[in-house]
């Protein structure tokens, strides 16, 4: 496949995204439209875009991947991921848009005090930063593995191209583009995952009813696990799901910001319920997908590799037609573009607005400055980029879980303290709480094999890390009258 080839295709791609850049922003360029696109966007819009959002480039490679070891248990993550988007819709997002929030943290300072917000807002940097890297770096090592290698580029330079290109189209327009852009990459995301499902089948020879009853059949198609001892065990699955949903949604700046895009809240609930049950059918299509990748190999007689990240890649850019390679280049560029253009748009808003006193400045001096955030997140993820290729050992979705166990779990523990108490807490010393908790989750989970009879934990930690969370914010809390006599014998 032509190296040429692929970078034309590509740059036509980025052109329609560009050009959607374009029409999105030429009313002008303003802080409203950026962070909440003047709160007009269409629900079913927001809904549809939010599933490229949601799947990135881990989904696109790293789910069809965890087949072969994994089976089908993924899809109990997602039943318990719905449970947790119901939560999100009835509880936190009422909440949000009473308060009337830009930046979600907003609702700390209201509830507990400055030094909550600014930690919590905190968390979030961390965590988004660190997650819209990893998935980048999926898609960066794809493009490198089938373009700019032969050309003889760095993968530094490969980061920096990458990364610019969702700089060039988001900077102006922000959420009010992100918005259509996403919409955009989901269908071309969704378009590529259907070609080639068709194309291995009839490759396999199987009609649709085949296909169905060939990987319901196959050794991939186990869905429920019960054995407490297995990492794939029922409960652990769905509720770390619930409670992931719940932070990679609900407590999300990004996924929140689209929501606070819509007009008024009963539109932002359509929103979140569409979205709930489409994710459903999209990850059992990544599912299939994956069980048909491996069927292939297997009737091709192919050794496919060791790691579950690389079968997808080598098969489509080594045995599949080059056609099919093509469509797996914009696949994966589309859907990881798609998490990555938002999470950019969000860290600048949440910086901005959390920690520059942004209301309080006039509108050429905001506009001025979140550029300036904008390109400085932009070369900060570029460098997490390159820190984790070289640290990397590891399945990028496990990586992308185990980052969000140890940083969402101060804002789970926050949010639920905050929501179910009306305890007030001693605001300073909620930062090392929400230090503290994540250290203690990793010693625990570091020996629960010989703490706990050989229990060994998973996506859990955010549960185990949220709890902890919580049990020290009640440590540092009162009943509100005795809060109240304390502060006033100061």
């Not at 959002?53 to 789910?63: A, D, E, K, Q």
């Not at 583009?177 to 995952?193: G, K, N, S």
């Not at 932002?268 to 994710?279: E, L």
């Not at 203690?440 to 094999?449: E, F, G, P, R």
Request: proline share 2%.
């Amino acid at each position: 496949m032509s190296s040429t080839l692929i970078l034309l295709i590509i740059a036509g791609y980025f052109c329609i995204l560009i050009l959607i850049s374009f029409l999105t922003s030429k009313k002008g360029e303003s802080t409203d439209s950026f962070f909440l696109a003047n709160r007009s966007s269409p629900w079913y819009v927001v809904a549809f875009g939010m599933i490229g959002t949601s799947l990135s480039g881990v989904t696109f490679i790293s789910v069809p991947g965890m087949v072969e070891k994994a089976q089908f248990s993924y899809l109990q993550l997602i039943l318990g991921n719905m449970l947790g988007y119901f939560v999100v819709a009835l509880v936190l997002m009422p909440l949000y848009y009473r308060l009337n929030l830009v930046s979600i943290y907003t609702y700390l300072e209201q509830r507990f005090g400055y030094w909550s917000y600014k930690t919590g807002a905190g968390f979030f940097l961390l965590s988004r930063t660190l997650g819209a890297a990893l998935r980048l770096y999926l898609v960066t090592g794809v493009l490198q593995l089938a373009v700019f290698d032969g050309l003889g580029i760095p993968f530094e330079v490969t980061v920096i191209i990458t990364i610019g290109l969702i700089w060039v189209y988001t900077f102006r327009g922000g959420m009010k583009t992100i918005i259509w852009t996403d919409t955009f990459q989901t269908l071309a995301m969704l378009l590529c995952v259907g070609i080639t499902i068709i194309t291995i089948s009839q490759d396999l020879n199987l009609s649709f009813n085949n296909m169905v009853n060939t990987i319901s059949e196959s050794r991939f198609s186990q869905v429920f696990f019960w054995d407490v001892k297995d990492p794939r065990y029922f409960f652990k699955q769905f509720l770390s799901g619930f409670f992931i949903s719940i932070v990679m949604v609900g407590l999300d700046q990004d996924m929140m910001q689209k929501n606070l895009s819509c007009k008024n809240l009963k539109e932002a609930q359509k929103n979140m319920f569409s979205f709930t049950v489409i994710i459903l059918f999209v990850n059992i299509l990544f599912l299939s997908l994956g069980a048909l990748l491996y069927l292939y190999g297997q009737a091709e007689g192919i050794a496919l590799p060791e790691k579950g990240d690389n079968v997808f890649p080598f098969l489509a850019l080594n045995h599949f037609s080059a056609f099919m390679g093509i469509v797996f280049i914009l696949g994966i560029t589309a859907i990881t573009y798609a998490s990555a253009d938002s999470a950019l748009t969000a860290l600048t808003t949440s910086f901005c607005v959390d920690f520059l006193d942004f209301k309080n400045r006039p509108e050429a001096e905001r506009i001025k400055m979140k550029n300036w955030v904008h390109l400085a997140f932009s070369v900060i993820m570029a460098i997490v980029i390159v820190i984790f290729k070289i640290v990397n050992d590891e399945s990028v979705v496990q990586a992308v879980f185990k980052v969000a166990g140890y940083t969402y779990g101060p804002l789970l523990g926050l949010y639920s303290f905050g929501v179910f108490t009306n305890r007030p807490v001693r605001d300073n010393l909620v930062p090392f709480i929400c230090v503290v908790a994540p250290i203690l989750t990793y010693i625990i989970s570091l020996n629960s094999v010989d703490w706990f009879w050989g229990y060994e934990f998973g996506f859990e930690v955010l549960i185990l890390n949220g709890f902890l969370t919580f049990m020290g914010l009640y440590s540092i809390s009162r009943r509100k009258s005795e809060f109240v006599d304390v502060t006033e014998s100061y």
